[in-house]
């Protein structure tokens, strides 16, 4: 029996151990604000279910946002969660394309192009609940988050909804195969056809919130994309600032340009590196080329020779002298002979051409 006892509790120290492991796997491998995001998401949604008002002052209600003017509500609203559904499969299906896009342009520049969309996002919801509100002449829509059983919050599934749109707009005509079902789409169509899917699921009830961050997608790319796009070095500036320069030294922070930009970086210097390499064997070479060359074109004078001027006297080859430096040029070269050079009627001076009378 005892031993029974302990081969349960070894394995299930095991499954702690190894469940423990994956986790921290998974998140050392998350760039750093999808990290924060993921863990806020989870941290908030544990709060909410001993604590129910958090989600009440954190989710973006348009009666409270627009006619108590609660701001905050816009910028919190993707990080509360209010469905374990939502929770693992909006977490499952986001944080890898965010990962992507963080690694892609660096954590400071992705930061802001998600509260951005968030913003935008917001505004819409908040714009279309209001018109509805005015076109049925009562507020329900400003409270259709409100439910007996408590406030229900997408969280960030809109940003995920508009990610998915723009990714599927970048190539609108590629064939896409529907996720869970056997059938194949023009990319164009799948936000369009995700959207009712979760309808249906939902007892076709429309997500305003979900559906704003479709309509964001494709507005954003047919007609926002010049307007709302941030250049790396206004992304610069804002990582530089007080606001920001303490996550530069967080684990999986990403610098402007993304990973791309860093590998980018050292390929380049390690191409310095090899092409100085290059260039010095090259030189070398060059050396060795002028040395053996200089060898074959300066050699000594092996036959005989008459002196200038007339006469008997023999220039030795003997005696002649080449004289290199360590680099293989040639510096001096002296001519002599064994016999003086003189003559009664001509003298040849090597310093001077010109014959002395």
């Given at each position: 029996?005892?031993?029974?006892?302990?081969?349960?509790?070894?394995?299930?120290?095991?499954?702690?151990?190894?469940?423990?492991?994956?986790?921290?796997?998974?998140?050392?491998?998350?760039?750093?604000?999808?990290?924060?995001?993921?863990?806020?998401?989870?941290?908030?949604?544990?709060?909410?279910?001993?604590?129910?008002?958090?989600?009440?002052?954190?989710?973006?209600?348009?009666?409270?946002?627009?006619?108590?003017?609660?701001?905050?509500?816009?910028?919190?609203?993707?990080?509360?969660?209010?469905?374990?559904?939502?929770?693992?499969?909006?977490?499952?299906?986001?944080?890898?394309?965010?990962?992507?896009?963080?690694?892609?342009?660096?954590?400071?520049?992705?930061?802001?192009?998600?509260?951005?969309?968030?913003?935008?996002?917001?505004?819409?919801?908040?714009?279309?609940?209001?018109?509805?509100?005015?076109?049925?002449?009562?507020?329900?829509?400003?409270?259709?988050?409100?439910?007996?059983?408590?406030?229900?919050?997408?969280?960030?599934?809109?940003?995920?909804?508009?990610?998915?749109?723009?990714?599927?707009?970048?190539?609108?005509?590629?064939?896409?195969?529907?996720?869970?079902?056997?059938?194949?789409?023009?990319?164009?169509?799948?936000?369009?056809?995700?959207?009712?899917?979760?309808?249906?699921?939902?007892?076709?009830?429309?997500?305003?919130?979900?559906?704003?961050?479709?309509?964001?997608?494709?507005?954003?790319?047919?007609?926002?994309?010049?307007?709302?796009?941030?250049?790396?070095?206004?992304?610069d500036k804002v990582g530089n600032s007080c606001l920001c320069r303490w996550m530069k030294n967080k684990k999986g922070f990403i610098g402007s340009g993304g990973i791309n930009a860093f590998n980018n970086i050292v390929n380049n210097a390690v191409n310095d590196v090899r092409n100085v390499n290059i260039n010095n064997m090259n030189n070398n070479n060059n050396i060795k080329q002028n040395k053996e060359y200089i060898k074959k074109k300066f050699q000594a004078f092996k036959g005989k020779g008459t002196a200038v001027g007339g006469g008997d006297n023999i220039i030795s080859n003997n005696k002649n002298e080449i004289d290199k430096s360590d680099s293989g040029d040639l510096t001096n070269v002296t001519v002599s002979s064994s016999d003086e050079i003189?003559?009664?009627?001509?003298?040849?001076?090597?310093?001077?051409?010109?014959?002395?009378?």
């Open positions: 029996m005892n031993i029974n006892q302990n081969n349960n509790s070894l394995n299930s120290g095991n499954c702690c151990k190894d469940c423990k492991e994956f986790i921290t796997g998974i998140l050392n491998s998350m760039p750093f604000f999808v990290k924060m995001v993921v863990c806020s998401t989870v941290i908030l949604y544990l709060i909410n279910l001993i604590i129910p008002f958090v989600a009440r002052f954190l989710a973006d209600i348009p009666y409270f946002t627009i006619y108590y003017f609660q701001i905050w509500r816009i910028f919190t609203t993707p990080f509360m969660t209010t469905s374990i559904f939502s929770v693992i499969f909006s977490i499952y299906f986001w944080y890898e394309k965010a990962s992507k896009l963080e690694k892609g342009m660096g954590t400071v520049k992705y930061i802001l192009i998600f509260f951005i969309n968030s913003f935008c996002i917001q505004i819409m919801f908040l714009a279309l609940m209001f018109l509805l509100s005015l076109i049925i002449g009562n507020k329900a829509p400003l409270i259709m988050k409100v439910t007996p059983n408590g406030v229900r919050n997408e969280g960030i599934w809109p940003i995920l909804l508009c990610d998915i749109t723009l990714l599927c707009l970048s190539n609108p005509d590629e064939n896409m195969q529907f996720r869970f079902f056997p059938c194949i789409i023009k990319a164009k169509y799948y936000p369009i056809l995700l959207f009712l899917i979760f309808t249906i699921i939902s007892g076709f009830q429309i997500d305003f919130e979900n559906m704003c961050g479709i309509g964001f997608g494709f507005l954003y790319h047919y007609f926002l994309r010049n307007i709302l796009n941030i250049s790396n070095n206004f992304a003189n003559s009664s009627d001509s003298r040849v001076d090597l310093n001077n051409t010109s014959p002395k009378s």
